[in-house]
Nanobody, 122 residues
Framework: QVRLVESGGGLVQAGGSLRLSCAAS????????MGWFRQAPGKEREFVAT????????YDADSVKGRFTISRDNAKNTVYLQMNNLNPEDTAVYYC???????????????WGQGTQVTVSS
């Protein structure tokens, strides 16, 4: 079992930055692939970024490439999402997820956090 708790969301102006954190319970954190997904009102949950257990392999969605960076600190059981140059289209609830494979499809996630709201004003 893995428990995930996100933090760091909030309200920011367009062009601003936020860093999301996701703290995981358990001593097997390094064995899980981690990912970030987001869901805007009336839309399906979509992939944002994913990172392998050792932190070496990462993938980003085209919509965030060059602006968002996923990273992890296995010593702290935490995964991060650094978000720069935010725009109103990034407004959504952001979810942290854990799984056993690279997480580009939400159906592959085995565990989810409760989500954190990110709102970008124009």
């Amino acid at each position: 079992q893995v428990r995930l708790v996100e933090s760091g969301g909030g309200l920011v102006q367009a062009g601003g930055s936020l860093r999301l954190s996701c703290a995981a319970s358990g001593r097997t954190f390094r064995t899980y692939t981690m990912g970030w997904f987001r869901q805007a009102p009336g839309k399906e949950r979509e992939f944002v970024a994913t990172v392998s257990g050792n932190g070496i392999i990462t993938y980003d969605a085209d919509s965030v490439k060059g602006r968002f960076t996923i990273s992890r600190d296995n010593a702290k059981n935490t995964v991060y999402l650094q978000m720069n140059n935010l725009n109103p289209e990034d407004t959504a609830v952001y979810y942290c997820a854990a799984g056993n494979t690279i997480l580009r499809d939400p159906r592959h996630a085995g565990y989810w956090g409760q989500g954190t709201q990110v709102t970008v004003s124009s």
